[in-house]
């Protein structure tokens, strides 16, 4: 770009240069980060490093003791029942109030921003003040006790069985404002002439959300699935904040499980091991989606 | 708002009318405003509203109890008696490990961690994103693309090689690495972002600008800077509320005297040593999410575009 005023063709390497050098960031970072530190992760799962990374191949060996720890199972189980019910709740939770928002409401502005302003607080603080509210002695348990129901028992976040729905509670308070937001922009972008043909079809409303709207609002719901999923699967500061994995290992998620074994327990090859776990749960997520979203267009 | 409220009215006699056709007249209209609809509708948003209100209340009361007040009431009742005690303690003397001078220490930490963060990220994504617009390269799309996937990879699986690669250069721990982190995991958003954003302006202008002989950084800083204003508020607000409420990279990338302020919030709420003071937890806990909370109700319709521009693919 720069005048080089050639007689021969330019050289297609000097070709933007400028361009080129500004974008080494981005390149380097795509490749050598994203690209690069996922397979170099990956390659060293198959190694018994330790304290240090070591390049010694053991074959399937740290994952046969990933999947033989009873930890690594607690953790996987709480992700299915986390992700499957925060999935729908939100979905459905996050639907409704668009819905509802919809309704040429007044001080919409007003509900959006109350349904919207835990998305901007961090998951430590979402996760610390669900633990006090969910304090089993002044908590929510507590005054329903001293209204007199005496053996009213709420206590999630103690209780080894129901704790990973005490921090689906405090997930679903931070993140449902955002599919909200999504779903709400899905329904604005429909047009107005369908509500009003399916009004003079005498068509009852429920139907028209439920045959015509929904199914034409496929692509966001989409998209707001890949979004929550994706972030179901890190799941991690929520965790350490509301219970510390605790009662137990009773509320122990992957993510924990590889932060603590690659920092704290200084297993390396564990951590790697359960990392590319969580690499392949995304990809069979994303890689579907990809398929349907750019698999027939050119793109991506 | 004329428009929106003829808009209303009409819709009201449109609703009315159409009424009329289904079921045909049967006397006096009931008043719209109490309908059983309306109340259902309302009563349902106003339900959920005081469920989304309901930990804020309860942060706000808890803070300005007293702890024998804590103890002995419920968490929902207002303080009998207001004290700021807890707010300064949570500030200023609160402990964790040996420190105890509060979540100061952990404030500015984060404030300086922020700037430069805020800053570097969205310059190098600023510049990606119109390279990637406007002067495509071979191979361009292919990088894009990669980074876009690069966004969905769990961040534990690219921890590690990035703890490695800091340390290669000597920043592992320090503020300076924290920084190229932020700026790496920030890349995809905001490059995406960017680049729709400078793709969306008119290429004529672009074209223009070539024609007059102006080369890459003269038409980025002449014609695309002031022109994309909204766009880069829109990116600092992203990257300011995703910043300051990071806990992994700042737990993993730094040495506990640079703890940004949530690990050390984490830290001081979740000891073990010591009575629990849940006054003072909360009070530290509003004041970490003070941040974000202010640029949010500041920001307002720009935070709803930044996430919708953030989440949705463009």
């Given at each position: 770009m720069t005048g080089h005023a050639p007689a021969k063709r330019p050289n297609q390497l000097f070709r933007n240069l400028t361009a080129k050098i500004a974008s080494i960031p981005m390149i380097l970072i795509a490749l050598g980060i994203f690209l690069g530190g996922s397979l170099w992760t990956v390659v060293y799962s198959f190694t018994n490093s330790k304290l240090l990374p070591r390049a010694s191949f053991v074959g399937f060996d740290q994952f046969e003791r990933l999947w033989s720890s009873s930890r690594w199972i607690i953790s996987i189980q709480n992700l299915a029942i986390y992700g499957i019910l925060s999935l729908i709740f939100s979905m459905v939770i996050g639907f409704l109030l668009a819905a509802l928002m919809d309704q040429k409401i007044r001080f919409e502005n007003t509900f959006r921003t109350i349904f919207l302003?835990?998305?901007?607080?961090?998951f430590i603080v979402t996760g610390l003040v669900w633990q006090w509210i969910l304090n089993p002695e002044f908590g929510i348990q507590g005054i329903v006790r001293s209204l007199g129901w005496e053996s009213f028992s709420f206590d999630p976040l103690y209780n080894a069985d129901i704790v990973i729905y005490g921090i689906l509670i405090a997930g679903l308070w931070q993140g449902t404002g955002l599919v909200m937001c999504l779903m709400l922009a899905g329904l604005r972008g429909i047009d107005e002439d369908i509500w009003k043909a399916a009004r003079v079809d005498g068509i009852p409303m429920w139907r028209t959300y439920l045959f015509i709207v929904i199914p034409m609002m496929r692509p966001v719901f989409i998209t707001t699935l890949v979004i929550i999923a994706s972030g179901i699967v890190k799941v991690y500061d929520l965790v350490v904040a509301q219970t510390s994995g605790g009662p137990g290992n009773a509320s122990e998620v992957p993510a924990k499980y590889v932060y603590d074994y690659m920092f704290q327990a200084q297993n390396l090859g564990q951590g790697f091991a359960a990392s590319t776990m969580m690499l392949l749960t995304v990809a069979i997520i994303i890689i579907p989606w990809a398929y349907l979203e750019f698999g027939g267009k050119k793109r991506g | 708002m004329a428009n929106i409220s003829t808009l209303n009215t009409t819709a009201a006699g449109f609703d009315a009318v159409s009424d009329q056709v289904a079921?045909?007249?049967?006397g006096r209209k009931p008043r719209?405003?109490?309908s059983p609809r309306n109340i259902m509708l309302y009563g349902t948003l106003f339900v959920f509203a005081l469920y989304y209100l309901l930990p804020l209340y309860v942060m706000v009361v808890t803070s300005l109890k007293g702890m024998p007040e804590v103890r002995m009431g419920n968490i929902f009742s207002p303080p009998m008696e207001i004290t700021f005690e807890p707010w300064v303690k949570a500030w200023a003397e609160a402990c964790t490990g040996l420190n105890c001078d509060g979540l100061s220490r952990g404030f500015w930490n984060s404030v300086r961690i922020l700037v430069p963060s805020v800053v570097v990220s969205i310059a190098v994504a600023s510049v990606s994103g119109y390279a990637l617009a406007n002067?495509?390269?071979?191979?361009s799309e292919f990088y894009f693309s990669i980074l876009i996937i690069g966004a969905f990879i769990p961040y534990q699986v690219m921890l590690y090689p990035v703890v490695i690669a800091l340390r290669e250069i000597g920043v592992y721990g320090t503020l300076t690495g924290l920084v190229i982190v932020h700026t790496i995991f920030g890349m995809p958003i905001l490059t995406l972002l960017f680049r729709n954003y400078f793709a969306s302006l008119p290429v004529e202008l672009f074209k223009a600008a070539r024609i007059d002989g102006a080369g890459f950084w003269q038409i980025y800083f002449r014609i695309m800077l002031p022109m994309s204003l909204p766009i880069f508020v829109v990116a600092m607000i992203l990257q300011v509320t995703g910043i300051w409420n990071d806990f992994l990279f700042g737990v993993v990338f730094t040495r506990p005297d640079v703890y940004p302020m949530t690990v050390q919030l984490n830290n001081i709420v979740n000891s073990?040593?010591?009575?629990?003071?849940y006054n003072v937890n909360m009070a530290a806990t509003l004041l970490t999410g003070a941040v974000p909370l202010i640029v949010y109700f500041l920001s307002g319709r720009l935070f709803v575009r930044g996430i919708a521009a953030g989440a949705v693919k463009g």
């Open positions: 302003y835990p998305f901007a607080l961090s | 079921s045909g007249p049967r719209r405003t109490l002067w495509r390269f071979k191979g073990v040593q010591g009575v629990k003071e």
